[in-house]
């Protein structure tokens, strides 16, 4: 069905003041699977990740997430319908320690799974389970990446929206970050949408990805379709 599994975007459009940004966009990403949205900067993919978020109105088209259509929900009432968002920049609190930043973002969720999920995360993510007690502001960029990928993970997403969760890192933490994303989608059969600007390793992980440019979708396809594709190395690497 169109609407009943996982992540549901149709028609969707959005912007700021004066300025649509985003333009019909659809999308879908069923359970257990992750797909990348791919594009250059200013392209639209925070805008539609805010949108679909809650945190910007949709000024036409729908979201729906596990059959439900939440479009005119508040961001608290999407994340408890399960739409979770690992933002870019991580927003951790800096000057808490991990477990705070953690339990914070549970409790703001409204939607923790409890202590049995939260271990199940973290015997993922060894390097958060010991620095637990940590000030997060004292975390290298990885370690604090991984801190929101276990904070976003444990509040029991059906769809997660990571926003660049490998920006700044090394290319060793990035496969390290990304792997530990498909296999937190694995585990908990989690939609991931997964917006990046490194192409390739996003598509290493990814089954699928859509391309994005000026607002508009203008290419979707499996990873091996869109890495073969020399209109993709136009629109994306085009100017580079
Ligand atoms: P990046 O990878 O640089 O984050 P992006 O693909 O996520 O790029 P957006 O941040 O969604 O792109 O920006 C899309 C367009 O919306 C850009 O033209 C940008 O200038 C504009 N924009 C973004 N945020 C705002 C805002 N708060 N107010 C007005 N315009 C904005």
Redesign the pocket.
């Known amino acids: 069905t169109a609407t009943g599994e996982g992540l549901v975007v149709q028609g969707l459009s959005a912007g700021?003041?004066p300025?649509d940004?985003l333009h019909e966009v659809d999308l879908q990403v069923r359970p257990e699977e992750i797909v990348a949205l791919l594009?250059?900067?200013?392209?639209?993919?925070?805008?539609?990740v805010k949108t679909i978020g809650g945190l910007l109105p949709a000024r036409a088209g729908s979201v729906h997430s596990g059959g439900r259509d939440v479009t005119r929900m508040r961001p608290e009432r999407r994340a408890r319908a399960g739409i979770v968002t690992a933002p870019?920049g991580r927003r951790l609190f800096l000057h808490m320690t991990v477990a705070e930043n953690i339990e914070l973002g549970l409790r703001l969720s409204g939607r923790g799974g409890g202590k049995a999920l939260l271990d199940e995360v973290l015997d993922l993510l060894p390097v958060v389970r010991e620095r637990m007690s940590t000030q997060a502001g004292l975390l290298s960029g990885g370690q604090q990446q991984m801190v929101a990928l276990a904070r976003a993970a444990a509040a029991s997403p059906q769809v997660l929206l990571l926003d660049?969760p490998t920006l700044g890192l090394s290319p060793r933490l990035t496969v390290e970050v990304l792997d530990l994303v498909a296999e937190l989608a694995r585990r908990r059969s989690l939609a991931v949408l997964l917006?990046e600007?490194r192409a390739q390793q996003a598509l290493a992980v990814a089954t699928r990805g859509y391309v994005?440019d000026r607002?508009r979708i203008v290419l979707a396809g499996s990873s091996a379709e869109l890495l073969g594709s020399g209109e993709m190395s136009e629109i994306y690497f085009g100017a580079a």
């Open positions: 700021y003041g300025v940004v594009g250059a900067n200013g392209a639209g993919k925070s805008t539609l870019e660049e917006v600007q994005i607002g």
